[in-house]
């Protein structure tokens, strides 16, 4: 496949990234593509390596390894050194319903498995396929296909996130009658107002929506199903519904002083600039972090989406708290290849933070222990306290706070990005169905029904918090338990 010893040849040559403080002066993605030359050499870094674990999917030690939609990675990955974009396309929609979306949001799990990361640097896998979607669309090659053959059933899905697309995909393509209810005043769940548009534009996440409506997916927006009754209506209107409402409850924490104003969610502020950009104003609920002292609490993507929004907002300055202590630069012997990676990385709002205030604003094994007030009731400062492991009397190790360690920073903006618990109780009651001890949606062992006779749930909803590839992969998972259960059998 490719080029012998192409990953010889060639060394990984990333997309160019506009600079940090160009970048921040608007919310535009920022990568910049490679040429059509440059990027066929970076498929034929691709070695045809025998066991090609980048596909593998699974999970190794808790962590995922290789793609979990099982992408046919070193057969496109040729396909583009060959220059045959049209068959690429066809081999990568084999497996990934959206490209467009996992190629930009997506870890990369497929690059951390590359036999090229053993010795050396991954190939590009993400950012070639990014090419070959965006060459498909660009080219007319991605049609609506009109002469689906339909069946008399009917699937309600709860939820437009990447999981319940998915589902709605697959189930539209067999032939039966999809709808899509959808509680915001857009479509595409944590697509449209979950991820920035730095990392993810609108625009693709619409023209996906679009390409479903021709195909004949029936969309509603404004549509939130918390009673019985709706729920009742739902079930005898619908052959079956589909959950994939994800899972939204954020984690709070518990401080004195939390009900300080000043102090949001991290989904409700990237919520709110995500539609103040799309409306073109700003809502009266509209957060701003325009010359505000900013305090992210969470190290993980989403705080660093707030580090980068805030940026771009003009905030004075910004910390982002991370309990756990800072990653290695480089694997550990206890963490071999084809493992995930537990590394250090800088993300792109730090890398922005870093360059604007010449700090790096993340602040490891540190959480908040108190918020103070101003006599308005606003946040002003909160007093930061480290944080050690230490062995408790069961033998386990357990966090406590070191003793003197408290210190204090100012913050008139403080958004919490600490992960989120499940789903939210209204739609759980509403349908009468189980939640588990995660508080996610009660299901058997490798199965997507849940406890309520028609309904079958997807995604986060049914996993808890994860992966955009992960909540595909639920979703096609799901979509063909419906439509064995509809027909008798599946061909999907």
């Known amino acids: 496949m490719g080029k012998t010893g192409g990953f010889l040849d060639y060394q990984r040559e990333n997309t160019k990234d506009i600079e940090p403080k160009q970048r921040i002066k608007?919310?535009?993605?920022f990568h910049l593509p490679l040429t059509k030359e440059e990027r066929k050499n970076q498929a034929a870094?691709?070695?045809?390596?025998?066991?090609?674990?980048?596909?593998?999917?699974?999970?190794?030690?808790g962590m995922p390894s290789g793609c979990p939609l099982n992408n046919l990675i070193p057969e496109w990955n040729d396909l583009i050194y060959r220059d045959n974009y049209e068959a690429a396309l066809a081999r990568l929609l084999k497996t990934d319903l959206f490209p467009e979306f996992t190629s930009r949001v997506c870890p990369s799990p497929c690059e951390k498995a590359c036999t090229c990361a053993l010795n050396g640097d991954a190939v590009t896998i993400c950012e070639n396929e990014k090419s070959i979607i965006e060459h498909g669309f660009k080219e007319g090659l991605i049609r609506p296909k009109k002469d689906i053959v339909r069946s008399d059933k009917k699937v309600a899905v709860i939820g437009s996130g990447p999981s319940g697309?998915?589902?709605?995909?697959?189930?539209?393509?067999?032939?039966?009658?999809?709808?899509?209810?959808?509680?915001?005043?857009r479509l595409g769940g944590l697509l449209m107002y979950g991820?920035?548009?730095?990392?993810?534009?609108?625009?693709?996440?619409?023209?996906?929506?679009?390409?479903?409506?021709?195909?004949?997916?029936?969309?509603?927006?404004?549509?939130?199903?918390?009673?019985?009754?709706?729920?009742?209506?739902?079930?005898?209107?619908?052959?079956?519904?589909?959950?994939?409402?994800?899972?939204s409850n954020p984690r709070d924490i518990k401080v004195k002083n939390r009900d300080s104003k000043g102090i949001y969610f991290a989904v409700d502020y990237l919520k709110e600039v995500t539609k103040s950009l799309m409306d073109n104003k700003e809502s009266d609920n509209f957060i701003s972090a325009k010359g505000k002292h900013v305090l992210v609490i969470g190290g993980g993507d989403t705080g660093n989406d707030c580090v980068g929004t805030s940026i771009r907002q003009?905030?004075?300055?910004?910390?982002?708290?991370?309990?756990?202590?800072?990653?290695?630069?480089?694997r550990t012997e206890s963490n071999p290849w084809p493992e995930w990676p537990k590394v250090s990385k800088t993300d792109y709002g730090q890398e922005e933070a870093i360059e604007v205030f010449k700090v790096d604003p993340?602040?490891?094994?540190?959480?908040?222990?108190?918020?103070?007030?101003d006599k308005q009731g606003n946040v002003k400062e909160a007093i930061i306290v480290k944080l050690e492991w230490v062995k408790g009397e069961d033998g386990r190790m357990q966090m406590q706070e070191v003793k003197g360690s408290e210190y204090t920073v100012k913050c008139d903006l403080v958004l919490i990005a600490a992960g989120f618990l499940g789903v939210q109780s209204p739609i759980a009651t509403a349908f009468d169905i189980e939640l588990n001890e995660r508080t996610n949606v009660k299901v058997a062992e490798g199965s997507c029904k849940t406890t309520k006779e028609k309904v079958f749930v997807t995604g986060d909803a049914k996993r808890g918090q994860s992966l955009v590839v992960w909540a595909i992969k639920e979703g096609k998972d799901t979509a063909r338990e419906v439509d064995e259960y509809l027909m008798g059998y599946t061909n999907i």
Not at 26 to 29: C, V
Not at 45 to 61: E, L, T
Not at 213 to 240: M, P
Request: net charge neutral; glycine share 4%.
């Open 314 to 330: 003009g905030c004075k300055n910004v910390v982002q708290l991370e309990m756990m202590a800072k990653l290695p630069d480089e």
């Open 45 to 61: 870094r691709c070695m045809d390596c025998g066991v090609p674990f980048c596909q593998f999917g699974q999970v190794i030690s």
């Open 26 to 29: 608007n919310y535009s993605e």
């Open 165 to 185: 697309l998915a589902s709605a995909w697959q189930l539209n393509r067999r032939g039966h009658r999809v709808t899509v209810l959808e509680r915001n005043d």
């Open 195 to 247: 991820i920035p548009n730095m990392k993810l534009e609108k625009q693709y996440v619409d023209r996906r929506i679009q390409l479903m409506k021709e195909e004949g997916i029936r969309f509603k927006v404004n549509e939130s199903i918390e009673s019985k009754q709706e729920a009742e209506e739902l079930l005898k209107e619908f052959d079956s519904v589909v959950i994939a409402c994800g899972a």
């Open 362 to 373: 993340r602040v490891y094994e540190s959480t908040v222990k108190e918020f103070v007030k």
